[in-house]
């Protein structure tokens, strides 16, 4: 599950986030049981996906933040949602045409 040099994927990094936040670990027993390497990635991730840039300043992590916050996945799903939707346009403007 985790990376023996130290880059860790970001669906790995949400998924670690994810258990942390829902309570299901710690992030001390996150980073035991997936070896993490560095006692403060998983903070680090955590403040990455909230979507706050200045912790200093005491602001808030809103929930537009945090939905802003997209996987990889799902970036990726919705390019090629856009793609195969401009493809079948085209293919239906090539049936009319026929």
């Known amino acids: 599950m985790s990376s023996k040099n130290g880059i860790y994927s970001e669906e790995f990094k949400w998924k670690v986030v994810q258990q942390v ?4 670990l710690t992030k001390e027993e996150a ?6 390497k560095g006692n403060c ?3 680090y991730w955590m403040r ?7 912790y200093r300043s005491g602001g ?3 929930e537009n933040s945090v939905q802003m916050a997209k996987t990889n996945n799902q970036r990726k799903a919705e390019k090629e949602i856009a793609r195969l939707k401009q493809e079948l346009k085209a ?3 090539r049936a009319d045409l026929w």
């Not at 936040?21 to 299901?24: E, P, R």
């Not at 980073?31 to 993490?36: D, F, G, L």
Request: glycine fraction near 8%; hydrophobic fraction near 35%.
């Open 31 to 36: 980073r035991r049981v997936y070896s993490i």
């Open 60 to 62: 808030e992590v809103s």
């Open 41 to 43: 990635n998983i903070l």
């Open 91 to 93: 293919e239906r403007m």
């Open 48 to 54: 990455s996906f909230s979507g706050v840039t200045d």
């Open 21 to 24: 936040l829902s309570g299901t």
